[in-house]
Each structure stands twice: as structure tokens, then as C-alpha cells.
């Protein structure tokens, strides 16, 4: 004897829904667009700062990165950057570029990309600020200026992941 709502045909749902077809892959949306812009931009101006690094003198690198105040202390500071902390923030920076170019062209690369700068700055803000003692001669601008650059690794990392997760990084 069935019930009365044994008549009712239940739909199974997957927990984790297939991706999306070609043809949803096919349009990105606004949203994807501009976020995929704001990373390249923010990655280029991570490449930036490296070039400004090798092609300017510290004195002139800091005085465009820091205020008047801790600009003498800063450019001592940079002189004393090892190469092996200058070498992790240049993997970031480089890293970071490719995951942005490899987000516009809607591949799922771009995640372990994002993960190796982040993995990258964050050895670079460890010897920065816990083994140098960097913030004793950076401005607080300059300072809210990496926290924001750790915020947008972080962002990059989850969105690039959560793109894959929906199928439209391939």
C-alpha cells in the first residue's frame, strides 16, 4: 500500500553539479571581466616595483615608495634587501602577472599561479616584517599599502579557485 505522497517522484540532485558546458564557458561575465582587469592591473603594478627596484638607486626608489620622514631609513633598509628576499618577491610578482593573464584567457592554471605568489609574499613579508623589522621605517600608508596586497593575494587565490570550482577556468 503506497501513501499518499509516495505518488511524488523525488529528483536526486548531485552534491557537486557538473560544470558548466562550452557555451556557459563561451561569455564571461561583466563582473569576470573587471575583476580579471583589476588583478592584470594590480600584477602590473607588482612588476613595477621590481623594475623601479633594479633600475633605480634606493635613495630614488624610496623616495617614491615612502614619505619624507622614513625615506633615509627606508633606503637603507632596501640596500640591506637579500637577494634571496628579492628573489621570492620577484617569483610573486611574476607569478602573480601569469595568473592574471591566465585568468583573462580563462584557464585554471591561473589558481596554483596565484597560490605560488602568494606563497611567494608571504616568504617576502616574513623576512620583511618579522625578520627585518620593516615597519620601524615604513609610513603607515606604505604599510596599509602591503596589507592591501596580501588581502588581494588571498582574493586571487579564492576566486581564481572558486572560477575553476564552477567550471569556467578550463
Not at 503506497?2 to 536526486?12: F, I
Not at 540532485?13 to 561583466?30: F, I, K, N, Q, V
Not at 620577484?90 to 605568489?117: D, E, K, Q, T, W
Not at 616568504?123 to 596580501?150: D, P, Q, Y
Request: with cysteine; charged share 15%.
Amino acid at each position: 500500500m503506497q501513501g499518499p505522497d509516495s505518488s511524488r517522484r523525488t529528483e536526486h540532485r548531485p552534491l557537486h553539479p557538473a560544470p558548466p558546458g562550452p557555451e556557459a564557458r563561451a561569455s564571461a561575465t561583466r563582473s569576470q571581466w573587471i575583476i580579471a582587469a583589476a588583478l592584470f592591473v594590480w600584477a602590473l603594478a607588482g612588476i613595477a616595483i621590481y623594475v623601479g627596484y633594479f633600475v633605480e638607486a634606493p635613495e630614488q626608489y624610496a623616495q617614491g615608495v615612502e614619505d619624507a620622514t622614513h625615506r633615509s631609513a627606508y633606503a637603507e633598509y632596501v640596500k640591506n634587501i637579500p637577494w634571496w628576499a628579492i628573489g621570492a618577491g620577484i617569483v610573486a610578482a611574476v607569478a602573480r602577472f601569469l595568473g592574471a593573464l591566465a585568468l583573462f584567457r580563462r584557464r585554471a592554471c591561473a589558481v596554483p599561479l596565484y597560490r605560488i605568489s602568494l606563497a611567494f609574499f608571504l616568504v617576502a613579508l616574513f623576512r620583511a616584517f618579522v625578520l627585518a623589522h620593516v615597519w620601524e621605517v615604513m609610513s603607515a600608508g606604505h604599510m596599509a599599502i602591503e596589507a592591501l596586497f596580501l588581502l588581494l593575494s588571498g582574493f586571487a587565490v579564492e576566486y581564481s579557485a572558486r572560477q575553476r570550482s564552477a567550471g569556467i577556468l578550463t
